[in-house]
């Protein structure tokens, strides 16, 4: 055997280099073949199936997938199965709280309380002795059904109102308008939210009657045109303070460069284009706009002066309701503002703000940022501008100062500065003399 290899192997050394290359090739390939052709043959022979095997968790697999949806449960049911599963997602934190707050995070995306029970357990399966955490589990558990379910509603009275469920919709249409100015002023959406909603509030609860019978009920923006404007009451020396702020490297308001050109006006009578820009019924972005540069203006001032309110918002709603004037940055600053009637209860312009921002509703839209504040990254381009500038909508106006003429009552205008007469009523079917204010027994 070894000869004839012997034999072969001269024979191959002798042949021109075209007849080794042809030889080597031809083995190459017969040996793929070979290997395709086997392995073809152990495929069909089943010699490489995986036959499987049982999981050694398969009843607690099975367990975790049995827990009852129970999709019949009433409000109260999941009201009470939600407290048991905050509660053991609680214990959970205390053994792996990276686990946990991926549950928790599932559970906001969640309305059904016995998906959270599932991940739960399953997560359980994998502790070698799980006797701690269902000891801990169990004790918050029994503590929870120890105390009676109670149904409140709302824990913020004004919430409670049917101006707020109002005002709630109202602000969701403006919400890209409001994203958006937050995106170019760097502000945190959220903050403007909370100015937004504190004039709102008064708005809907002062002595104007036509603000509260007509815009309540079709879920509009009050937009003030007398002494104030827009839909966040700027006053004309405030709008003329924000834009001169923008424009002073020299002053403590001064944003910086990226911002200098932000409210460029594209007419010489910059009066009547700040009017027309705050008095927009239809677009509020640039009452939106305003509200963020006063907001972020103030909150520098502050920090120039060494004192940091970037995350005060009870205080940013207070120096935005006061203005510029009586903005005096010093270590102690105090929560307050107009003081707002709502029901039965008074409530400073700040208070209602600071609800808001902290109760959590409409998070999903108006989310909270990991800082309130931030620099703009570069300066806006002159498409950008323009792009803002484009934004104002050719609404009907009133006539700017007649809230100054002894004879406007004479113009048929509402108290509030309609050149034209309310829309009726009920526009949507929504009779407002049936809207009855929710009661709330003050805890």
């Not at 009133?398 to 100054?404: A, C, I, S, V």
Request: hydrophobic letters at 40%; charged letters at 25%.
């Amino acid at each position: 055997m070894a000869s004839q290899l012997g034999i072969a192997w001269h024979s191959f050394l002798r042949r021109p280099w075209w007849r080794k290359v042809a030889d080597i090739l031809l083995v190459v390939f017969a040996a793929a073949g070979a290997a395709i052709i086997g392995a073809w043959a152990l495929y069909q022979l089943g010699v490489t199936n995986n036959g499987g095997r049982v999981d050694a968790n398969n009843r607690s697999l099975a367990a975790v997938s049995e827990i009852d949806r129970n999709a019949a449960a009433t409000q109260d049911e999941i009201d009470a199965q939600w407290a048991l599963q905050y509660g053991r997602m609680s214990a959970l934190a205390r053994f792996y709280p990276y686990n946990a707050h991926l549950i928790l995070r599932a559970a906001q995306h969640s309305n059904n309380p016995a998906v959270v029970d599932r991940m739960i357990t399953a997560a359980g399966m994998y502790m070698d002795d799980d006797s701690e955490w269902e000891a801990l589990s169990d004790r918050i558990s029994d503590i929870i059904n120890a105390t009676p379910q109670r149904q409140r509603g709302n824990i913020i009275p004004w919430m409670e109102r049917p101006e707020w469920l109002a005002l709630k919709e109202a602000i969701c249409s403006d919400s890209a308008l409001i994203n958006e100015a937050g995106r170019l002023t760097g502000v945190e959406p959220r903050l403007i939210v909370g100015c937004l909603i504190g004039e709102q509030m008064r708005l809907m609860n002062s002595d104007r009657e036509n603000i509260k019978k007509f815009l309540g009920p079709v879920k509009m923006l009050g937009v003030q045109s007398q002494f104030s404007y827009g839909v966040n009451g700027i006053k004309d020396k405030t709008a003329i303070a924000v834009e001169e702020h923008l424009k002073d490297p020299t002053s403590e308001f001064y944003m910086g460069h990226a911002y200098e050109h932000l409210l460029d006006f594209t007419t010489d009578d910059h009066t009547a284009e700040r009017y027309n820009r705050l008095v927009d019924y239809k677009n509020h972005l640039y009452s939106y706009i305003y509200t963020a540069c006063i907001l972020h203006q103030t909150m520098l001032q502050w920090r120039r002066a060494g004192y940091d309110i970037s995350d005060r918002p009870e205080v940013l709603f207070t120096l935005f309701n006061l203005g510029f004037k009586r903005s005096k940055p010093h270590p102690n600053p105090e929560a307050g503002g107009s003081s707002i009637r709502i029901g039965d209860r008074k409530y400073t312009f700040s208070a209602l703000g600071f609800d808001f921002y902290y109760s959590g509703e409409m998070a999903d839209i108006f989310p909270f940022h990991a800082r309130c504040f931030h620099d703009a990254d570069e300066a806006l381009s002159p498409d950008d501008i323009a792009r803002i500038q484009s934004n104002m909508s050719d609404c009907d106006r009133p006539e700017r100062g007649l809230e100054y003429r002894r004879d406007s009552v004479q113009h048929n205008l509402p108290d509030d500065g309609f050149t034209t007469p309310p829309p009726p009523p009920d526009p949507f079917g929504i009779n407002p003399e049936a809207v009855v204010p929710v009661s709330h027994t003050a805890q």
